[in-house]
């Protein structure tokens, strides 16, 4: 009988738990789910509150497509944020691997000033990056969207604290058997932390996917802007129009979408293991 | 080694740091030099501008237009872009979409790179900012007086006023509104209240919101401004005989009696219930649907409300502003007006001529009829040429025409904290229509905090 009602207790509390869980994810979902359902919904039952359209229709993103230069837009915010995640993943794992295995004079110091740079916000910065990247030419260019974006500091400590949860003495046996540190880190840190690097590389390209204030300054015509400009397109001061908005913004939350679920195993590996706050 | 890699990481960055000191420095030397009047981006416009020219006659103008970021006022102006160059085939004007929110800081950070646009359409609080810091040519100074006078011949003479600062023009009106209440004639009919006829004072919208809220149960008015820019605030203030700012420019006034009674009169609505407890988006979403019976708004959101009356089965009015018994209204204006940046003398001249297109009769066509704003020649809505027939078809213009007689320019607050002192009256409106006491200590303090900011 104990066992019986102890069970009886365990469930009660399974369940409460669980409608917890159900009430977030509730929460967490249904703006994605308004948002795709709006985008079908003809602009007359826009504000209308109705779970599904009334009148199913595909005019939204016709309008979306033909408003803006969506393929181009998404094209380059692909490219952007696909560029700056791969150099932020380099130019962080290198760093990274230098301050776990080097301590060297000076180097908390380094691993401070880049910390630091993590907490200056990028209103301060953008007007002497721009400053520089007009200087260079790079106006109007992937390359001027792409460049000051190649570090961060933010990958760099978040790799810094996976790089030092992995044994130092499996790297000193590796360097004993006469492995370089090239090799070290390719063919025995990186597999290894795959998992965090994966849901780091997930937040650097949602990152760069939404950066909307730097493309903003760097690009002039639409053509040579990223999608998140393009989204802005829709909105005004006055009104916006919220049926081709959510088709736009449906079509925009796709790469996310995909990549999440191509590293989905990685991302949750990750999290399992408490490697990411 | 180890030694070795050590000292390189040092050295990367300490060159990164100092990189970024040093750019630092070269934008605070050209935000200066422009700040100073525009002496560095002269000379570098001038540069460019030469070359251009030698290299051809067609003068490229660059335009920065939030109206041109924007899906719906897109194609307007493009047309006018468009019939302009068709008209003046020696000049190009290359539009470049930026969103309202964001023209300013793009144009900061343009000055700063030395290479500003040569024409930037700026909302009109932020005037004072556009001549003390952007260095906006005023016309005065780039074409003839007779030239200048000429141009103006036909021009609403209140008009003229809303980009004049110091008695120099420096902005021409470019795409703006001013409060427009639009009502729900059907729900005035439910209520049994006269559906051709909104409204005259504050009075009588206070009775007939609570009328249509306890006979349709939908709710009865809704102000939109007191988020985001405090044209409409303005608009209250003045009407009841009250000013914003003094008319030395030195000296905020809007927590003074008559600028409290305004926001009361407000307060008053909100508490009695006849104005709703919504934000602006969710009161616009109301009305739409049919909920709420009056807003007071600007005339740019009309074609989308036009829509949703006609798919609601509802019939969309509009009235002019209601007034503060016996006082004449003020209305102020919102939206923009279109700055000359440029130091080159050819470019100049190449804005003034496309300034000249977007304000002239054939200009404000364009503007009022695709756009959805306001012609500043009044004699164009009774010109069949012009805007007669599209006037007598969109008859909800009319109270926003009527209006122009009484405009009042919306002030732009001087120095660089200019925002934050729009900021901080629009957030004591706020906090005041959401109180029941006494709104005096409110309005005074964030006056008090506010003229702490001006220069």
Known sequence: MGQHARFRRLSATAVGKHAVLIALSFLAVFPFYWMIVTSFKPETDIFGSSLLPAHWTFQNYVQAWTAIPMSRMMANSLLTAAAQTVMQLLTSILAAYAFTRWQFRGSNLIFTLIALTWLVPFQVIMIPNYVVISGWGLRDTLMGLIIPNIASAFAVMQLYAAFKSFPKALIEAAHLDGASDWAVLWKMIFPNLRASI???????????????FW????????????LQIGLQMFMSSDSNLWGPLMAATTVASLPILVIYLLLQRQIIESFVKGGLR | MTRKTGWTAALL???????????????????????????????GTATSAASASSSGDKITIKLYSYNLATVGQKEGTQQLIDEFEAAHPNIHVEGIPVASTDINAKVQADIAAGSPPDVAQLVFDGLDYAVNNFGAKPLEDIVPADELAKNFEGFSPNGLKLGQLNGKTYGLPFTFSTPVLFYNAKLFKDAGLNPDQGPATWAELKQDGLQIKEKTKAAGFHITGAVGADWIVQSLIGSNGGQVLSDDR??????????????????????????????????FEAFTQGKTAMVLTSSAVQNMLLGAAKAGGWELK??????????????????????ILSGDKAKQQAAWEFLKFATSERGYTIITSKIGYLPLRPAIVDDPQYLKDWVEANPLVKPNLEQLSRLQPWVSYPGPSWYQIETTLLEAVQKSIASAGDITPIMQDAQNRAQALMP
């Open chain 2, 13 to 43: 960055t300490l060159t990164m740091i100092a990189t970024a000191a040093c750019d630092k420095t070269a934008a605070e030397t050209n935000g200066e030099a422009a700040g100073a009047g525009g002496d560095a981006s002269e000379t």
């Open chain 2, 250 to 283: 030195k000296t905020l006034r809007f927590g003074e009696p008559e600028a409290v009674g305004a926001i009361q009169m407000w307060q008053d609505l909100v508490q009695s219930g006849a104005h709703d407890k919504l934000n602006d988006t969710e009161a």
């Open chain 2, 318 to 339: 509009a009235s002019a502003m209601p007034s503060f018994d016996g006082k004449p209204t003020a209305p102020v204006n919102s939206g923009s007006a279109l700055f």
């Open chain 1, 215 to 226: 493309p903003l300054l760097v690009t002039t015509k639409l053509e040579h802007s990223t």
């Open chain 1, 198 to 212: 994966a849901s780091i590389a997930v937040l650097l390209f949602i990152t760069g996917w939404n950066d909307y």
